[in-house]
């Protein structure tokens, strides 16, 4: 695209107009056009009325945005068919006048109860497509078998994200996807192991991958992503097995279903692993696998699990310098501890949702209760919603009388913490001992 001179849009602005001169409308169209890409294409279609000047700039834009809920404003049902039929041909208009190629992004949303027919879909994604679309984004809520299948053979295609509700998937030829980088899937059901296989053998390049409520109804399917570097799953369920020996980060979220295993772990870096599921092996592969990872963010399902799998010893995490966690049950603290004796560079400890939970069951914890030291190296602990209950204060003591080096405790006090409350609590927290002569204590607001 070409960029105008400087020293030209310069002297355009500096120039005193007198009330007369429309300085915006005498940019260069190239520069407008691109003003005009960021604007949803019904908000840039309607700057044609402004002047002459502005009747076409709309078809030089980079970005092409349709969203009938946009278009459709608040019309009664009455009045959805016949604006259901003025939003495809608006669709086919603008399509029609657009002479931009190649273009960046083609998003099309389609989130009204409404059916469209297929045939439209296909010549609206064919279109982005004949353009040499970059960034294709679907979000077509009430048609779940009406994708159009010549994406899976887009040359262009860098990012790709479909949301659909309960797409059948099926791929029955090859797809061939040479430059897709980014893949981000929503409710879509693979109908078979080899569409599977085809699928992703398809998309050689992929880096990010986003899976999100989708199905492998396929029986044991291993499928290598050899340049993937981020990965996240969120109750997804299948036999698949994902094998990303270059995988730097994982976000797992493992509801009851037999969730997506991933294989070949120790390039990553960062894991966030959200776990209620009764594939405990799962979980445990994973903890076992990324033993060179610096960053980890656990829920409390997570942790539970692992509280219950002793067979399965926590290995150590030589590079971990980042621990967090949203909060433990009083069974969870003592593999928790192990966790972080086995973790001597860990640096950064966080409990986003509170120290301690307590079950009905439980029992409270007991200052006799013995804990493992843990590593002296960590720097900063920050609680969140902390209420300053006596749980609490006999583990803020163990942490204080462990961490030697301890620079930073920092308290989000819980929303419900009462003035004279803050003030006990403060006292007490003057009171705990500290390994750490330079440890500062902070009880802050949310």
């Given at each position: ?9 310069r ?96 998003s ?14 296909l ?8 353009k ?13 078998n ?94 698949v ?7 730097a ?15 070949n ?31 980890l ?16 010893p ?25 966790w ?31 804990l ?53 609590v ?21």
């Amino acid at each position: 695209m070409h960029h105008p001179n400087p020293k030209e849009c310069r002297k355009i602005l500096e120039m005193k107009d007198k009330g007369n001169l429309d300085t915006i409308s005498s940019l260069p169209d190239e520069l407008l056009a691109n003003i005009l890409s960021f604007l949803p294409t019904l908000s840039a279609v309607q700057t044609s009325i402004l002047s002459s000047r502005w009747r076409h700039l709309f078809t030089l834009t980079r970005n092409l945005s349709f969203n009938d809920r946009e278009y459709f404003g608040t019309a009664s049902l009455a009045q959805c068919e016949e604006r259901k039929l003025s939003f495809e041909r608006f669709v086919y208009g603008v399509l029609a006048l657009h002479r931009t190629s190649p273009i960046h992004k083609f998003s099309l949303k389609l989130k009204k109860t409404l059916i469209y027919d297929c045939s439209h879909l296909l010549l609206w994604t064919s279109a982005a497509i004949l353009k040499g679309v970059q960034h294709l984004d679907l979000d077509i809520v009430n048609h779940p078998n009406a994708l159009p299948t010549c994406i899976l053979n887009c040359q262009t295609l860098t990012i790709l994200r479909i949301h659909t509700f309960g797409y059948d998937l099926s791929v029955p030829g090859v797809v061939c996807l040479p430059n897709l980088k980014t893949l981000d899937l929503h409710y879509i059901r693979f109908l078979d192991g080899d569409s599977v296989k085809r699928f992703f053998v398809g998309c050689s390049q992929l880096k990010e991958l986003v899976v999100s409520n989708c199905q492998f109804t396929t029986d044991h399917v291993r499928v290598s992503a050899t340049k993937l570097q981020k990965l996240d799953l969120n109750c997804c369920s299948g036999h698949v097995v994902i094998d990303a020996p270059n995988l730097a980060n994982l976000s797992h979220v493992c509801t009851d279903f037999i969730g997506v295993d991933v294989k070949n772990l120790r390039s990553l870096i960062s894991i966030k692993l959200t776990f209620d599921s009764p594939q405990v092996q799962v979980l445990c592969d994973i903890i076992r696998g990324a033993v060179n990872a610096r960053e980890l963010i656990l829920d409390c399902g997570a942790a539970k699990f692992l509280a219950v799998t002793e067979d399965n010893p926590i290995p150590t995490y030589s590079k971990l310098k980042r621990f967090e966690l949203d909060y433990c049950y009083r069974d969870t603290w003592k593999y928790l501890m192990v966790w972080l004796a086995n973790s001597p560079q860990l640096e950064i400890i966080i409990f986003g949702e509170g120290l301690i939970k307590m079950d009905d069951t439980e029992d409270e914890l007991h200052p006799d209760v013995a804990l493992p030291p843990f590593s002296c190296n960590v720097k900063i602990i920050e609680v969140y919603w902390f209420g300053g209950h006596k749980q609490e204060l006999l583990l803020l003591k163990y942490l204080l009388e462990n961490a030697g080096v301890l620079q930073k405790l920092i308290l989000y006090k819980d929303y419900t913490m009462e003035m004279q409350q803050e003030l006990l609590v403060k006292k007490e927290l003057l009171l705990l001992p500290k390994a750490s002569t330079n440890c500062t204590i902070e009880l802050k607001d949310p």
